[in-house]
């Protein structure tokens, strides 16, 4: 079946540091792939998303490549604020748009 | 935002009493979910819809039932709540092509269930 698999947290970063949060994944056939992001007490919100090899996604200065031959998508964030603390994650679409998450990762960022 | 809202947002509810949560969207959007959220879990998918009266389970479906009637209204019963059902739950819908795996779902703001 599918899985998705992110490193461990919680990550704490100063603010304007380069971000990275690993994502791998399993899957048959050629699955879309998501980062989604949950703010304290809200619902999760898309990010990015790629839905071929080789796409890269980008949204408020995140990015994350599509790669079939290491089945990865990692997110990264070349200078991160306060604002972006939230909890991370990783995942991916099979049939029906059902998604498999990975574990999330909370990310705080001190000023 | 997607126009998804979810009822209640926050409930205590004894051992062994049924619960229904509510998920209402307008967007007219096909695919409607229910997930559930644990720490150490992410979210973990228990039913979703694909269309009126079409359903099916997902990876952790035991003790939860859905029904939908409407296309705007999908329901989401614990038959008899258990601690283990303490958790937080999302509706999430799509307008899919069953096809497409590129299709953006979209989420509801939670709703916070405590058994007790």
């Known amino acids: 079946g599918n899985s998705v698999t992110q490193m461990e947290g919680p990550v704490t970063l100063s603010e304007e540091a380069f971000l990275t949060i690993n994502c791998t994944y399993t899957?048959?056939?050629?699955?879309?792939l998501f980062w989604y992001v949950q703010y304290p007490g809200e619902g999760l919100q898309l990010l990015l998303k790629?839905?071929?090899?080789?796409d890269k996604g980008s949204n408020k200065g995140f990015e994350a490549t599509y790669r079939k031959e290491t089945t990865s998508f990692h997110l990264e964030k070349g200078s991160v604020q306060v604002s972006d603390s939230a909890v991370y994650f990783c995942?991916?679409?099979?049939?029906?748009?059902?998604?498999?998450f990975g574990k999330g990762i909370t990310l705080s960022v001190r000023p | 935002d997607a126009g998804i809202t979810q009822s209640p947002r926050h409930k205590v509810t004894e051992t062994g009493t049924p619960v229904t949560l509510r998920c209402h969207q307008t967007?007219?959007?096909?695919?409607m979910y229910w997930y559930r959220q644990d720490p150490g879990h992410g979210l973990r998918l228990i039913h979703y819809?694909?269309?009126?009266?079409?359903?099916d389970k997902g990876e952790v479906s035991d003790g939860y039932s859905v029904s939908r009637s409407k296309t705007e209204d999908f329901l989401l019963t614990l038959e008899s709540a258990t601690s283990s059902q303490t958790s937080v739950y999302f509706c999430?819908?799509?307008?899919?092509?069953?096809?497409?795996?590129?299709?953006?779902?979209?989420f509801g703001e939670g709703s916070w269930l405590t058994v007790v």
């Open positions: 899957a048959t056939g050629y699955p879309s």
């Open positions: 999430a819908i799509s307008e899919s092509q069953a096809s497409y795996s590129g299709n953006t779902i979209y």
């Open positions: 995942a991916l679409s099979g049939a029906n748009s059902k998604l498999t």
């Open positions: 819809s694909y269309g009126v009266k079409d359903t």
């Open positions: 967007e007219n959007h096909r695919y």
């Open positions: 790629a839905t071929k090899a080789d």
